[in-house]
């Protein structure tokens, strides 16, 4: 009981009384029991398409393996996407009964803020120092909030690469050559080409839904805000806090898509569509150039080619993207970080939690153990949310492992200048929290080029300055002013050269 008491002086006695015995409730055997640390069960809580149907299949398969490593016992709760949100905010919010839950870039600060999750700063070194020499050390830090650590990054495709997403064989039945790169500022020269794949299949080329372009801006820093008007560029050696719809180059794209729109290449309905369209003639998607063989295409029924779209860049928010955090109420956080650890480091426990149950889900090729064959794609827990993609055993769909092109890209991303900031956010909370709300009824009709640019990006800024938009600015000045000082002036940038 002497992990407990530790638990009870983080100040959660109120919450604990109310049942939280252990994190898990009474899944937890030390907690229905009283034994002793032997044999813990953790809960984890994630998102997904929902509980596999084989899962009791799988409990047998992975939990003796991770009872013989370490202990411990496993009961995973997958949420489905459209339920996530809402139980994702009443789990946090209620202290609810989880050892270990998934997280990103979007609630990660608050949760922080009110005391949901536990300081592994020094237990992670301490306790699994493999699990920590596994992730890059500018990736731990990326997920510190006022300088200690709360979460364990899935070292994945953890910089952002955005690509151009072609139907290969309608592009170049245009006479089009697919480019395997362009910048940013190219992306009107793509207008010929999207207009006469538009006329040669008579709809739209570049479908969009509601959410539209949200890539526009990824090579702005919006500091873990929210907010997309608002950011450094990742390469602004300044660090300047910038209106980022009033920047030049946000413009140019802007009135490219509304070009775009204009002329049929974005579907009319787009700003109130609420699903994207599976096929896509062209789209931007984030992620690497194999996925063109492995996902984009698989998924649209037809072979996909790609080119890439400005640089690959590592900030806070892309290693944000996937987190994993211990409750700060859970009684074995030891426990749940050699969890962590085997998940990161063990292909066997990757494979289990990545693929399903073996030789249902998935099988080993030979006793190599060098390649997975699926049997069928029905498990569904998603791999992105679990942990690193570089001790999952690649398939045999393929003669290559795409993962070898994510951890090139990782590996020689720029970092944002912002890399290891983390924006303060309570001085300015309301205010913030206003002109977040104010964008988002705008984002629909400035991101799919509805509306001019000149006319609707004036609109929104007016909005937001009455609602606090420029002191917003001025005090996430204020705080990069005082990180870049404290980094001895230096940004990430300029240190990284």
Known sequence: MSKLTKVLSLGMVGAMALGLAACGGDNSSSAATGATDSVVTLTWVTVGNGQPANYDAW??????YLEEKIGVNLDVQVVSWGDWDNRRNVIVNTAGEYDILFTNMNTYVNDVTIGAFADISELVKTATPDLYA???EDYWEACEVGGKLYAVPSYKDSSISEYLVWDKELAESTGFTIPESISMAEL???TDVLAAMKDASGEA??????????????????MGTGL????????DASATVVSVLEQEDIQASLDTFHEWYQAGIINSDAATKPEENNYKPCSVAQGWSGAAKTTWGPNMGVEAAVTKLGPTIVSNDTVRGSMNCISANCAYPEKALQLLELV???SYVRDLLYYGVQGDDWDYTDDTKEWVHKNNANWTMAGYTQGSFFVVTPTDDYDFNQYDEVKELNEQASPSVLLGFSLDTSAFKDDLTNCVAIYERYKGELLTGTKATDEIVPA?????????????VAQCQEQVDAFIAGNGGSTAETAAE
């Open 59 to 64: 409990l047998e398969q992975i939990n003796p």
């Open 460 to 472: 929104i800024m007016s909005e937001l300055r009455a609602a606090g938009f420029d002191d917003i």
């Open 228 to 235: 997309l008007p608002i950011g450094v560029r990742y390469d």
């Open 134 to 136: 596994s992730i890059p």
């Open 188 to 190: 009107g020269t793509m």
């Open 205 to 222: 080329s570049f479908p969009m839904n509601q959410n539209g372009a949200t890539w526009v801006a990824f090579e702005y820093d919006n």
């Open 344 to 346: 990161n480091t063990d």
